[in-house]
């Protein structure tokens, strides 16, 4: 009777075990293809311990529509379009505006086994700063939803880079947005590594503006290293074939940036004044270039009725263009330098420009990241708003504004959040919480108590 009674009782202990067990939510496995992080050193990006350079397309279908949509979100598509891209012989997409309450596993997972990486903007048409009034638009409803991105990409390890903006500053007259551009890109550097993920690099994408593209790549490299951008993007049509390298423009480009302390790279090129055969691309991956540059992205994937397209997409079918196979065999054509192409291994920081007649920002004081968004380094940003949100442009208020000028170096990040390491999905997998000991510890006392009662019988 007491060999029976306590093998009873051992049941008894195992089955309420069981249904403890069960009541405690184990975190369902997330994507798990993965690529080797790029990383940064000096003016050069790195796959390992080899060179990598950008060669790869802006990827926005659907932009021409007027309605914004998010291509990585449409595994459908996306897997259908990855056939060319890897036709094209590309290792890199650039998207311009994504849905962060969307699932984006299959197009990511999908990209990953192609070896295709990712250079995402972090704004959205809604959530952007306003050039025309940047002080207001830069509030903490637009930082939530940039936050909101990064935590709903940062896990994938084929995420190359985040854009901070593009283009913010277009025209000789609206470089007083600077301050912000670059407060932006502090904020998304701080969250990153306050949210414990990996060093994934921020920058700027700058616009074809002669005036001060420049002068904004010297501010982005000046001050203190958490305000630094980790990269410099330049938007470059002066290309327009047929040219060469001196007509062009590109050995005064060379110039500009030798000695430059960051990885440069065009985030978007290919002039259509006449037919782009891109006789560029030869030169943007010789050695006459790869000394200051990182490689570059051509404008753009699918003909959204602005003549850039290299595909026509119609009624879900892709058919290439004349430009598509000019650039299929420019790539082709066009190999890497070996070994480390010119690169430098040193990160020398710029002088802040002085204020001019085409710049007009004195010295390197940003605003300091609003009081609401600063929460969101310890609790996270939570859910973002998609693309379907009200907007922050216009959302500024004296709650959620910036208050004040930062202190040198109040981007630094001093503590990771204790959640990191439960939401932390570097390696592409949501790890299982930790099961929580007190139930079983309850059990165990009571079992043990049970059992020494029977003793005694």
């Not at 975190?27 to 790869?56: C, E, H, M, Q, W």
């Not at 940003?381 to 202190?407: I, K, R, V």
Request: glycine share 10%; net charge negative; hydrophobic share 35%.
């Amino acid at each position: 009777m007491r060999s029976n009674s306590l093998l009873n009782l051992l049941s008894l202990v195992l089955s309420v075990s069981s249904v403890v067990a069960a009541g405690t939510p184990i975190l369902a496995a997330r994507a798990s293809t993965t690529v080797t992080p790029i990383t940064v050193t000096g003016n050069a990006f790195y796959k390992g311990d080899n060179r990598f350079y950008i060669r790869g397309v802006a990827y926005q279908p659907g932009g021409g529509t007027g309605t914004e949509s998010d291509p990585i979100a449409n595994s459908t598509a996306c897997v259908r379009d990855i056939t060319y891209f890897k036709k094209l012989g590309i290792n890199t997409i650039r998207v311009y505006a994504v849905d962060n309450t969307a699932d984006h596993d299959t197009c990511m997972n999908a990209l990953a086994a192609a070896g295709i990486y990712l250079v995402l903007d972090t704004d959205t048409t809604k959530y952007s700063l306003n050039r025309a009034d940047p002080s207001v638009s830069y509030n903490s409803v637009y930082l939530q939803s940039v936050f909101a991105t990064v935590d709903a990409f940062a896990n994938y390890t084929n995420v190359l880079a985040f854009l901070s903006g593009n283009e913010v500053i277009n025209n000789a007259s609206n470089t007083n947005c600077a301050p912000y551009v670059k407060a932006v890109t502090r904020d998304i550097k701080q969250y990153i590594g306050s949210r414990g993920y990996r060093s994934i690099p921020v920058g700027y994408s700058a616009a074809d503006v002669a005036e001060n593209q420049f002068l904004m790549a010297e501010y982005m490299n000046c001050g203190t290293d958490d305000e630094r951008s980790d990269f410099y993007a330049i938007n470059d049509y002066s290309w327009c074939d047929p040219s060469s390298f001196t007509t062009s423009g590109w050995d005064t480009l060379v110039k500009n940036y030798t000695g430059y302390g960051i990885p440069v790279f065009m985030s978007e090129y290919g002039c259509i004044t006449n037919t782009r055969t891109f006789g560029e691309v030869a030169a943007l991956y010789n050695t006459e270039m790869t000394s200051a540059f990182s490689g570059g992205l051509v404008y753009e994937y699918s003909n959204e009725g602005n003549g850039y397209g290299l595909v026509d997409i119609t009624n879900g079918e892709v058919a290439t263009t004349s430009q598509f196979t000019y650039l299929e065999t420019a790539f082709a054509n066009a190999t890497d330098p070996s070994g480390d192409g010119g690169a430098t291994t040193s990160s020398a920081v710029s002088t802040c420009p002085t204020k001019s007649t085409n710049w007009e920002v004195s010295g390197d004081s940003l605003p300091a990241i609003p009081s609401k968004a600063a929460a969101y380094m310890s609790t996270g940003a939570g859910t973002g708003p998609g693309l379907d949100g009200s907007g922050s442009q216009e959302a500024g208020n004296s709650e959620n504004e910036s208050t004040g000028t930062a202190t040198a170096g109040s981007g630094t990040v001093t503590e990771t959040a204790s959640s990191s390491s439960s939401t932390k999905k570097s390696d592409g997998i949501v790890m299982p919480k930790p099961l929580d000991p007190k139930p079983f510890s309850l059990v165990v006392i009571v079992m043990l108590g049970m059992i020494g009662g029977m003793a005694l019988l």
